[in-house]
């Protein structure tokens, strides 16, 4: 990662792309207006404007799509236009599918004249209902999905009085209807989609953005021209290749990039993206020679319309698109716009942006007088677009003035570079209030303070970011170059000041991986595309969080010196709805705390003291956090508590762990092999860790790890917690002893259970929850049935290496089915009566899913094989289970999305498969939403069955051992636990029995499975 310039401060530099339009004109009518707002808090729409008549050609005089209730696509449409006849003919301009509607009936209430059309799409159930009235010398239609018809009916009124009329919607609770449902899936607006992609990343929030760039979002079921549709495309794919570079994964944004190239565009805008774009990837590698190159290369020249008869302006199909190319872009701001910008002013402005990333590498590059003079050219050529008043650059100058800040800060002109990074604070403050790009340039300014020697502001800063990330219940993402400092600063203070262990483990819960954003985000949108009670609190909340950012914005430019008048005369207007949106906004958030689906994506924040109080007396917490190359470790216990910077580098850790895996289980061409455990790199890793508590543990009973780094790949039950048991296994080698007979070594899982945490919040959640109201006990599940003869059995549950050409899994993945003889053995621990198995055929992923008896089981028991590898280099991985194939839809998978959607109710969830919570392929590692490169699947397939209600879950770092069947012992022991034994207590005994036997002393056969929760729960609800 290059010094002071994270990934997230890069994504900023592209915000530009967006181009918003200049400061907006608060008090413009609907039909003046390019959006405008329709209902009140906790049930907003938005009119959002997606053509205007600037065309010679146009159909309409003025367009907008309405969204709903955060339905990520159009639920309707609204139109404006001066034309004479009957306004009905345009019923179903709308829709790109077809519809039948029948006779109009009078819609009076709404206005004199106005009328409404039922009607239901072709070949669906979907109704549809569509207003037109003619007004003046307009004729207005609003047409949509029925299940929004007061959205819509109230869109039509705001038209025909031409202000925003208030109003109350109902849509919101129909969340779970099938219309809805429908709705979201695709009522059109590809703009509209460009455009939310564009809204979270001007929010800061980059993994969401990235979902909105994935592919087949954008397939093609409109009527829109071939030169539109290759925009979008191509303004879809050089963005997400941007935001998978960010995330660190460039080999993908690689091949996007090449084809976007490809695609050749010769619009004046696509191919400035496409350079700007992909020399922020070359900053984002560190290929600084790389970036002059880039930005060189020729791009179109601006061709300006040309003026036609009469004045009138001629718009030719490729001027056109280069016009609408990122149309969404117009709205990514919240608020009425007062005009657009023309495509020179758009081409002005990347351009300026291309200059700010020239002068960005100049500065890496150490030639500071260059990079200064291009940072000051790109500011000077984007405040000559429109004044200065184009709210979307506010991100990009912040960017600028940070940068040209470090170059006075590396010249030893400290005053100045201390005023550029409070006016970046001032500018981002003003144009986008409450959002995450403030805390970002705030961050920026304390560092800067600490480098200065400035503690005392330094510090002050920092806890102003802080309060108002963890209010906001809000994370930072990629920011840790930037939180690393006041890290540093309270470990150094917490020598004299021990109370700062509780600032130190609050900041410690702000920073979020890129890998564990992504999951969170993707599961986020599935919860909200979902149909339960859940999911429509969470829209609802969604809903009121947008239209706190919008009612935020307008009260900062009410306020701002620029904005007098009319705009000041709102301001207690707005705040009042401020307030009332805020009360809404904790009402809902409290009503979603009781969804597991819910707390399992959330952003909850939990005090050091409020944690220690759910500690018993021999429990303790140890979190560890990854900044930069730096670890930080924070431990809690009711005797003591403290933090210290981890003394090793995070890549000397990861190096450590590196080692441990490959004397564990190392894969080579499909066969995996153990060899002697590395003790010496376990002792060492151990002292760096934890080192500084070394003395506590040895009091602790059960402890609660929390890992970050590379230790996300490796249990530390294995680790080694004194040297005299090192000392014996290598004098007994040296004698001729068995290398692989590891008896005797004071491992640290000898004598305590270990729970692994999510996270702090997801720890007080899993200690908190209610035990299971299930009436059974047990559901076993594996065994799936083979397609072909079955093969020899493995020594391990891993899965074959890939050959097959394509990114279909091959037939032996489904040939070596799990024997079920784990599952019956657990069963019979609790009787016919109170389990159920199901294997072979009706072990399908239809047949789980179709089951809605699920949450009638207090623990789940899979014993099958997990997926978590792609099939070749650059096919899509998709972290699943593998089951039989079942009835249609089935593909033999249970996938990490549907996972979550999985309605359970258990104690306990076993996934006694390979790499559920540990290393996978890199392609799986990112899909189940862990960093880039190695990591573990404990932020995928484990945070999907917390998701869907399991209270525990159990899960391997590696492929589950079947050598001297030591899987099947291990969890044969694990159910035959006396009554009242906890979970961690019954999984610590079972491994006691295979780390005493020589025959599977070794690691490998004992330490590999993880008990995701609160091990402290009872294994027996009751007992």
Not at 84 to 96: C, I, L, Q, T
Not at 241 to 246: D, E, K, M, R, V
Not at 504 to 512: D, H, M, P, W
Request: aromatic residues 6%.
């Amino acid at each position: 990662m290059l010094p002071f310039f994270s990934r997230a401060s890069i994504a900023v530099l592209w915000s530009a792309a967006a181009l918003a339009l200049p400061v907006p004109t608060l008090a413009a009518t609907p039909l003046e207006s390019e959006s405008f707002q329709v209902g009140t808090e906790g049930a907003l729409c938005e009119a959002q404007g997606v053509m205007l008549g600037a065309a010679r050609n146009s159909v309409f005089d003025r367009k907008w799509a309405l969204i709903c209730s955060d339905v990520d696509r159009p639920v309707g449409s609204a139109f404006s236009w001066r034309a004479g006849g009957d306004a009905s003919a345009w019923v179903g301009r709308g829709r790109d599918a077809p519809i039948e509607c029948g006779e109009a009936t009078s819609a009076s209430d709404i206005a004199a004249g106005a009328v409404v059309r039922r009607c239901r799409e072709q070949g669906s159930n979907l109704e549809w209902n569509s207003y037109a009235v003619r007004s003046g010398d307009r004729v207005l239609v609003v047409e949509g999905v029925a299940a929004f018809d007061s959205a819509l009916r109230l869109a039509m009124a705001n038209l025909v009085q031409n202000r925003v009329v208030p109003g109350t919607l109902d849509i919101v609770t129909t969340g779970g209807s099938r219309s809805l449902a429908q709705a979201r899936a695709g009522v059109g607006g590809h703009d509209l989609l460009i455009g939310q992609g564009y809204r979270r990343n001007n929010a800061g929030e980059y993994t969401e953005a990235e979902e909105f760039f994935r592919p087949g979002l954008l397939d093609d079921t409109s009527q829109e021209g071939a030169a539109t549709i290759a925009t979008q495309r191509h303004e879809t794919m050089v963005n997400r290749a941007l935001q998978l570079s960010n995330l660190g994964r460039f080999d993908e944004a690689t091949r996007l990039f090449g084809e976007a190239r490809a695609m050749g565009l010769r619009d004046p805008i696509q191919p400035r993206l496409l350079r700007n774009f992909e020399a922020i990837d070359a900053l984002n590698r560190g290929d600084l020679d790389a970036v002059a190159p880039i930005l060189s290369r020729p791009v179109p020249d601006v061709a300006q319309p040309v003026a036609a008869e009469g004045g009138a302006v001629l718009i030719d199909p490729p001027l056109s698109a280069g016009l609408n190319s990122g149309l969404a872009a117009s709205l990514t701001d919240s608020v009425q716009q007062a005009s657009r910008l023309t495509l020179a002013e758009r081409a002005a402005i990347i351009d300026a942006q291309a200059r700010q990333i020239g002068g960005t590498a100049l500065r890496l590059r150490g030639d500071s007088d260059a990079a200064l003079a291009e940072l000051t050219a790109a500011r000077d050529a984007i405040l000559r677009v429109k004044e200065g008043r184009v709210l979307s650059t506010a991100r990009l100058q912040a960017q600028i003035l940070a940068e040209m800040s470090q170059v006075h800060e590396a010249a030893g002109r400290y005053a100045e570079a201390e005023g550029l990074l409070r006016e970046a604070v001032a500018l981002t403050e003003l144009r986008y209030p409450e959002s995450a790009s403030v805390n970002a340039t705030k961050a920026r300014l304390a560092a800067y303070l600490a480098r200065r020697g400035e503690r005392p502001q330094s510090l002050a800063l920092y806890r102003e970011v802080v309060g108002d990330v963890t209010g906001k219940r809000a994370a930072l993402v990629g920011l840790e170059n930037q939180i690393r400092p006041y890290m540093r600063m309270l470990v150094e203070d917490l020598q004299t000041q021990p109370a700062l262990v509780s600032d130190l483990f609050l900041a410690s819960q702000l920073v979020e991986r890129p890998g564990a954003a992504q999951t969170l985000a993707q599961l986020s949108r599935q919860l909200s595309a979902g149909t339960g009670e859940a999911s429509d609190l969470f829209r609802r909340a969604n809903t009121v969080d947008r239209e706190l950012t919008r009612v935020n914005l307008s009260i900062a430019q009410a306020r701002s010196p620029d904005d007098v008048g009319e705009a000041a005369a709102l301001l207690p207007e707005l705040e009042d709805r401020r307030t009332r949106l805020e009360q809404a906004q904790l009402e809902l958030i409290e009503a979603l705390g009781a969804y597991p689906e819910y707390r399992s994506i959330s952003h909850n924040y939990v005090a050091a003291d409020d944690l220690v109080a759910l500690l018993k007396p021999d429990e303790a917490y140890l979190k560890l956090v990854r900044l930069g190359d730096e670890m930080f470790a924070v431990y809690l216990s009711p005797t003591r508590s403290t933090g210290w910077r981890v003394d090793a580098s995070a890549s000397q850790v990861a190096g450590l762990v590196q080692k441990l895996r490959d004397s564990i289980a190392l894969s080579i061409n499909g066969v995996t092999a153990t060899y002697p455990f590395d003790v010496d790199s376990s002792r060492q890793l151990y002292q760096a860790v934890f080192g500084p508590v070394a003395g506590d543990l040895g009091r602790v009973k059960h402890l609660v790890f929390e890992p970050d780094g590379a230790l996300l790949q490796l249990p530390i039950n294995l680790l080694v917690a004194d040297q005299p048991g090192v000392d014996a296994y290598h004098a007994r080698v040296a004698s001729g002893g068995d290398e692989f007979d590891f008896r005797g070594v004071n491992w640290l899982g000898r004598d305590k259970a270990i729970s692994t945490a999510l996270s702090p919040a997801g720890f007080r959640d899993a200690r908190r929850a209610p035990s299971s109201r299930a009436a059974k006990a047990y559901l076993g599940l594996g065994q799936n049935e083979p397609l072909g003869p079955v093969t020899q059995a493995a020594l391990t549950r891993g899965l074959p290496q890939f050959t097959d050409p394509g990114c279909a899994l091959p037939v032996a993945s489904w040939n070596r089915p799990i024997p079920s003889d784990e599952l019956i053995a657990a069963s019979e621990v609790f009787g016919a009566g109170q389990s159920t198995l199901l294997t072979r055929a009706a072990f399908s992923d239809t047949a789980i899913e179709g089951r809605t008896d699920l949450n009638g089981f207090r623990i789940l028991h899979f014993a099958t094989h997990a997926v978590v590898t792609p099939p070749r280099e650059g096919c899509p991985a998709q972290p699943a289970l593998v089951t039989s194939f079942g009835d249609q839809g089935s593909d033999g998978l249970l996938q990490f999305g549907e996972v979550f959607d999985l309605n359970l109710d258990a104690d306990l969830v076993i996934l006694s498969a390979c790499d559920t919570a540990a290393t996978a392929g890199l392609e799986a590692t990112r899909e189940a939403g862990l960093e880039s490169g190695g990591g573990q699947a404990l932020d995928g397939l484990v945070r999907a069955f917390i998701g869907a209600g399991g209270r525990q879950v159990i899960a391997s770092h590696w492929p589950a051992p079947e050598q001297y069947d030591a899987t099947g012992r291990l969890f044969a022991s694990f159910f035959r636990a006396p009554a009242g034994t906890s979970q961690g207590d019954a999984l610590l005994a079972a491994q006691h029995q295979l780390m005493d036997d020589p025959a599977t002393s070794h690691p490998f056969y004992w330490s590999g499975f993880a008990l995701i929760g609160d091990g402290a729960r009872p294994l027996f609800s009751g007992s």
